[in-house]
């Protein structure tokens, strides 16, 4: 069993995608999706006489997104950067609490966030999406939802989670799809 | 020296006191033999206080700590773990360091190899960073990089008065150069006009200095069996 932890709002759960289904098309593995709230920020205004710390900040951003729009476009993938980061507590409640198949769902939600920057934490819009592409007439509960996410959110930090994409396999995290080739190794060697 | 200008098709920029730059010299050394290619390897000390707060250690346990919150901590505590399993893969040893150190004067080293004997920069890596993270090393103490040198078979006459002249000088002018030209961390490679940080872009790195052929590839670790 492969276990993803992802957050809507972060660009590197978006790439990590297409590669974790194609390893899980080689393998043929048990594969769950798990929310987990990250903590994306806009990259910062500096001044002019801003601190290191303050345009160490502001640097790393701007290059992380600059990598990640790069390897979005190999992907095919449009890559939108909000100006302001969306919250997507709702959506990650209701995919906690999704009972069949998440895919869908979860491919049009991080197209709605990064192509449309949808607000993935509007009760209605996300009931409509929910019932669009689960095929469950979805009656969404905002507590049952905040809930179901805050349980997946502790027990990932409990297993040491600090950002997303996160795998558990074999008891091991790995944090990134950079992993992906070690995972694909714990893989084969368990088959 | 220009921080995005070379002769040479890519530049890496390290710091021997990176954890993630130590995991990254032997697969960009083995990139740099599987294409025949000389990189263009240069110094990067970090400031590391100044982004992520500073601590001190004493046998394992934290003494002092200063700017750090639990967040930052666990994120830190990740990424010595991660680096530390993928060191043992290639055999080496990462112990977490006691305190964050002056790194200048064993980056200031890989300026006098490049400058004295190219060749021999594998060597010297080899001489400095895996006993550095066994804790074997103090990497402040001039005549302790001199050693380093002459183990990797490098001429250290002279090395005193570059490590605090020439090549201090060099070293100096590079440093506020990185963050406006978007650098910001170790391992950083310079692939024409394009900056990335982090060893996952090895296959990208591979792709682009071997022509571009087929589909570019995408991030990755790339791993050898354990």
Redesign the interface.
Same mark, same amino acid.
Do not use: T
């Given at each position: 069993m492969l276990t993803v932890y992802i957050d809507f709002k972060s660009p590197a759960s978006y790439?990590a995608i297409n590669?974790v289904l194609a390893l899980v098309e080689r393998h043929g593995i048990a594969l769950a999706w798990k929310p987990f709230r990250t903590?994306e920020r806009e990259a910062p205004t500096v001044t002019d006489n801003a601190?290191?710390?303050q345009?160490?900040?502001k /640097?790393?951003a701007?290059?992380r997104r /600059?990598?990640q729009q790069?390897?979005a476009a190999?992907?095919g993938i449009s890559l939108e950067f909000p100006e302001a980061v969306g919250n997507t507590d709702l959506a990650l409640g209701a995919l906690a609490l999704t009972s069949g198949d998440p895919l869908p769902f979860i491919n049009a939600a991080f197209a709605a966030y990064w192509t449309d920057h949808a607000d993935l934490n509007a009760p209605t819009a996300l009931a409509i999406l929910m019932s669009e592409t689960t095929g469950e007439d979805f009656v969404l509960d905002d507590k049952s939802c905040l809930d179901a996410l805050e349980s997946s959110q502790a027990e990932a930090e409990k297993l *040491?989670v600090?950002?997303a994409p996160a795998f558990i396999i074999r008891d091991q995290?790995?944090? *990134?799809?950079?992993?992906?080739?070690?995972i694909d190794?714990i893989i084969r060697t368990e088959t | 020296m220009n921080v995005l200008q070379s002769d040479s098709p890519l530049i890496v920029y390290v710091d021997v006191k990176s954890p993630y730059a130590f995991v990254a010299i032997r697969p960009t050394l083995a990139l740099e033999v599987e294409l025949g290619m000389k990189f263009d390897w240069r110094p990067l000390t970090l400031?590391i206080p100044?982004?992520l707060g500073s601590a001190e250690k004493k046998e394992g346990k934290v003494v002092a700590s200063s700017g750090r919150s639990p967040?930052v901590w666990?994120?830190i505590?990740?990424s010595y773990g991660?680096a530390r399993r993928y060191a043992k893969r290639q055999g080496l040893i990462l112990k977490g360091t006691e305190k964050i150190w002056d790194s200048s004067i064993a980056n200031i080293g890989i300026l006098w190899v490049v400058e004295q004997d190219r060749d021999k920069l594998g060597g010297y890596f080899d001489a400095v960073f895996p006993p550095f993270w066994r804790r074997e090393l103090d990497i402040e103490d001039v005549d302790v990089v001199k050693s380093c040198l002459a183990a990797a078979g490098v001429d250290a006459d002279g090395f005193d008065d570059f490590q605090s002249g020439e090549g201090r000088a060099l070293h100096d002018d590079l440093q506020p150069q990185f963050?406006p030209h978007?650098?910001?961390?170790v391992p950083t490679y310079v692939i024409g006009d394009?900056?990335?940080?982090?060893r996952?872009h090895i296959p990208y790195l591979r792709w682009h200095l071997s022509g571009q052929k087929g589909?570019?590839p995408?991030?990755?670790?790339?791993?050898e069996?354990?």
């Open positions: 790439l590669p903590s601190s290191v710390a345009m160490h900040r /640097v790393r701007v290059s /600059v990598i790069k390897y190999h992907q *040491g600090v950002d995290l790995f944090i *990134g799809r950079e992993h992906l080739p070690w190794e | 400031d100044s982004y967040k666990n994120a505590r990740y991660d963050h978007g650098i910001y961390g394009e900056v990335l940080f982090g996952e589909p570019a995408d991030i990755a670790y790339e791993i069996p354990c």
